[in-house]
């Protein structure tokens, strides 16, 4: 074959520290703008971005060269100076150590961005443990719950 191609869709999600609801409305769009420019300068495209006052989620157009747990230390390092410069009552802000990440296909596009788009309403009838609990089974993820969560 003369070239690469590829589609590499991801839909991330990570949480505050403890679940700490660091993200308010306001801040969160500047955010996931910074966010966006960090994943650029990686090589991939952050084709939409989402979540409330404790959490992420991202979907993410990767590349076929680069690791995504180098894109995701990248994010979250970055993203976490960036917040604390430019958000001086945020000094206590801090990612979670880890972080949950799913394939889509293409095909899927549509629901992914939905549900990204739906958070606040989302979480008015589901809480973030329990949202990731049920995406890791849906995705046939193993894990032992005495350690998804710090």
């Not at 979670?96 to 990204?116: M, N």
Request: proline share 2%.
């Amino acid at each position: 074959m003369a070239g690469t191609y590829s589609q590499l869709l991801y839909h991330i999600v990570f949480s505050t520290k403890g679940r700490e609801p660091w993200i308010s409305e306001a801040i969160g769009p500047r955010i996931y703008s910074y966010i966006g420019g960090i994943v650029r300068g990686q090589g991939g495209v952050l084709l939409d971005a989402g979540g409330i006052e404790d959490h992420v989620h991202l979907y993410i157009r990767g590349k076929t060269d680069g690791k995504l747990s180098d894109l995701m230390r990248d994010v979250k390092a970055g993203s976490s100076l960036w917040i604390h410069g430019e958000f001086p009552t945020l000094k206590g802000f801090a990612w979670q150590e880890g972080y949950g990440a799913f394939t889509v296909s293409k095909s899927h596009e549509d629901a992914v961005r939905t549900y990204i788009a739906g958070q606040r309403e989302h979480h008015r009838k589901e809480d973030f443990k329990s949202e990731l609990l049920r995406i890791l089974r849906a995705h046939g993820v193993e894990f032992d719950e005495r350690y998804v969560f710090d």
